[in-house]
């Protein structure tokens, strides 16, 4: 089973400029969640789409915003760049579950932002 | 807002030596997550846990979910190099909801 695939991995861009990473879920998770990690820190909640919906919103400017496609996979842009944003960007998925069991999230290994 | 806090932030131990840490909130939690992340990759799942008092083994690794419903622990016993790395743990409050992550334990193994 192939995991959370993201792209790219490493992506550089100029202070001011829009930045679009994309994420690709497990086959079968409806779910997709966005994390910023920046440099040593923990991870801050961005976003959660299901069934192309975005569900939840963590505390980020609404210049940091995305989508979900029909086929669960994810977008995630942020617009007006700034250099607080250099971090590494995770998306995970899962299923949408409602009772015990829910085994969490897979992770992708990230995309890398530089912001210059 | 919901809010998980580690203890340790950071540990740095002698390789064999066991390691324990934990993850507290104000909230009461469904279900209790530990991950692990090394350098330059994605978090990966170690150990679920779904009820209070439950205890639950991975190898070397042994976490609890407490049995008032708001921490957790993680174990590990006898300590090797490739445990380094940073631990989150992460609740579930409600569910159906998102998981809400701490800020992690960076643990360091020193040979």
């Known amino acids: 089973e192939a995991g959370v695939t993201q792209s790219p991995t490493h992506l550089i861009k100029t202070r001011g400029q829009q930045a679009t990473l994309r994420c690709s879920p497990i086959s079968g998770h409806t779910s997709v969640y966005w994390y910023q990690q920046a440099l040593g820190l923990g991870l801050q909640f961005l976003l959660w789409y299901d069934e192309g919906e975005e569900r939840n919103r963590g505390n980020f400017p609404p210049r940091f915003s995305g989508r979900q496609f029909p086929n669960y996979s994810s977008e995630l842009n942020v617009n007006a760049l700034e250099l607080e944003d250099s971090a590494l960007y995770l998306c995970?998925?899962?299923?949408?579950?409602?009772?015990?069991?829910?085994?969490?999230?897979?992770f992708g290994s990230g995309t890398r932002l530089t912001v210059v | 807002g919901q809010q998980l806090n580690q203890s340790p932030q950071s540990m740095f131990i002698q390789e064999g030596e066991d390691v324990s840490m934990n993850c507290t909130s104000s909230s009461i939690f469904n279900t209790w997550l530990w991950y692990k992340q090394e350098p330059g990759e994605g978090p990966v799942l170690l150990i679920a846990l779904y009820k209070a008092g439950e205890l639950t083994s991975n190898g070397r690794l042994t976490a609890q979910f407490g049995i008032t419903r708001k921490d957790s622990f993680l174990n590990i016993s006898a300590s090797i190099p490739s445990d380094v790395g940073i631990y989150f743990c992460?609740?579930?409050?409600?569910?159906?909801?998102?998981?809400?992550f701490g800020p992690g334990t960076r643990l360091s193994v020193l040979p």
């Open positions: 995970a998925s899962s299923r949408l579950v409602w009772d015990i069991y829910n085994y969490g999230y897979t």
């Open positions: 992460a609740g579930q409050r409600n569910y159906g909801q998102n998981f809400v």
